[in-house]
């Protein structure tokens, strides 16, 4: 028969053991290192996209991996607390690319036009000369 003491030693034991393995699951300082360069890069595209429609998705789904990250690691998960920082990281980075994208493209937009008025210029200079 199980007395009452037996049956709070258990139960004391139990919580014991939980905490043990609590504090075996702490969260390396290489999944630390690597949020805190996801933080980085996520400050650096948004620095980089600015108010650019280009990439504010990616940016935003950065900045919620990154919260995540965050969230995971003060609760000492360090797998979901790598995964959503390595999340981050790449959605950051997609961000930027988009943003330098959208900007290269405007500047093409900007090249072609100013080479179709050169030719339209040209065109009619030498229109006007043969007459």
């Not at 702490?26 to 949020?35: A, L």
């Not at 996209?49 to 998705?57: K, L, M, P």
């Not at 920082?85 to 100013?114: F, I, M, P, T, W």
Request: glycine share 6%; net charge positive.
């Amino acid at each position: 028969m199980k007395t009452p003491i037996f049956r709070a030693g258990l139960a004391a034991l139990g919580a014991l053991a939980l905490g043990v393995v609590a504090g075996c699951s702490s969260v390396s300082p290489v999944t630390k290192e690597r949020v805190a360069r996801s933080e980085t890069t996520v400050q650096q595209a948004e620095q980089t996209v600015g108010r650019s429609e280009a990439g504010a998705i990616e940016l935003q789904r950065a900045k919620d991996h990154l919260e995540q990250a965050r969230a995971a690691l003060n609760k000492k998960q360090a797998e979901p607390a790598e995964r959503h920082a390595q999340l981050a990281q790449l959605d950051a980075e997609l961000a930027v690319a988009k943003s330098q994208s959208a900007s290269a493209r405007r500047a093409a937009n900007e090249l072609l036009a100013s080479i179709k008025t050169l030719r339209e210029e040209t065109a009619r200079g030498v229109v006007a000369s043969d007459q």
